[in-house]
């Protein structure tokens, strides 16, 4: 395929809520073109396909022997992805995929797998990794600055559950496998995993029902690491919060809010810095088409998209025992 022709793409289920925002990336994006929709739910996907003037098409095997379509995002419910995304790699199809990436660490490794047999591009959708503020952070650590890092806190949370806006199905634990912790904390996961390593010693996890559903919609997770340092995890949906980092070491510290616009970093015995926030890097979707249109292979993102999915199982696993526990 020349790097002219676009990238026939179908949609995979409008279970998850950024199906649209994946859906209309996909139409937008001058290197894709969105041909069709396939849902569980007839009416759900005949409305987004009629939507975003797309083909719906009831059958997915059907829709997977299609010669036009070359590409799938996935908005399934998490507990469909193995199949969904087995079934779609073995009928060749390159796949852009919501996170989690699957309910368990062995079902994540086989879908890497049968991707790399059967020559698939896999990227997982881990947005934050690419944000500008993000680069900034990873700079500042870089530098040494800070000193030896022993302390990190990274907070995400939103007021779907309070205000209603978040799909009932998003509160079935059997299609979920979670909410605050498993679904909008994977962003707050993968940062502090970056900034502090993506194998802490020891894990603990504390998970709440405000609003009295079957899920959790208030967490926090805690992790520590071989030399003391700390890393804490936050996300809620009951709280319209804002988005915070905050990283400490033993010469200096850093901070950001998504209001701010910049990162505040203060070391010991200078004034506070304030560093612009730079424009973001390509998003895991520009970085999809190309891994397509090149060949190659996005292996950082998989093996973040893998450990956030062993870091996420082993906090529900923690939260469910209530004791702190051993992660390697």
């Known amino acids: 395929m020349s790097d002219e022709t676009p990238l026939r793409v179908a949609v995979l289920s409008f279970w998850h809520v950024h199906a649209g925002d994946y859906a209309g990336t996909a139409a937008r994006h001058p290197g894709t073109e969105l041909v069709a929709v396939w849902d569980d739910d007839a009416a759900r996907g005949q409305a987004a396909a009629e939507r975003f003037g797309a083909a719906f098409e009831p059958d997915l095997d059907a829709l997977l022997a299609r010669d036009d379509i070359d590409a799938v995002t996935i908005t399934t419910a998490t507990s469909d992805h193995r199949d ?177 616009g910049h990162v505040a970093v203060a070391v010991k015995g200078n004034e506070i810095e304030r560093i612009p926030v730079p424009d973001d890097l390509p998003s895991a979707f520009d970085q999809w088409v190309e891994h397509i249109r090149r060949g190659t292979r996005a292996d950082d993102n998989l093996a973040r998209a893998v450990e956030l999915t062993r870091l996420v199982v082993a906090a529900n696993h923690a939260a469910e025992t209530g004791v702190k526990e051993d992660y390697r």
């Open 84 to 260: 969904v995304m087995v079934k779609a790699a073995r009928a060749g199809k390159h796949i852009f995929t919501e996170k989690l990436l699957a309910p368990t660490v062995a079902e994540a490794e086989e879908i890497v797998r049968v991707c790399d047999e059967n020559g698939v591009k896999l990227i997982v959708s881990l947005p934050r990794l690419y944000h500008g503020y993000t680069q900034v952070v990873r700079d500042v650590l870089a530098s040494g600055r800070l000193g030896a890092v022993n302390y990190s806190r990274v907070r995400l949370s939103h007021d779907g559950a309070v205000a209603n806006w978040l799909p009932d199905h998003f509160y079935v634990p059997e299609l979920a496998f979670g909410l605050a912790l498993a679904d909008l904390g994977c962003h707050p996961v993968y940062l502090t995993q970056l900034f502090l390593g993506a194998q802490p010693k020891t894990i603990a996890a504390t998970y709440t029902h405000v609003t009295g559903r079957p899920v959790e919609d208030n967490a926090v997770v805690t992790v520590t690491y071989d030399g003391g340092a700390i890393g804490v995890i936050e996300a809620g949906v009951v709280s319209p919060d804002p988005f915070l980092i905050e990283i400490g070491g033993t010469t200096g510290w850093l901070s950001y809010s998504e209001r701010d």
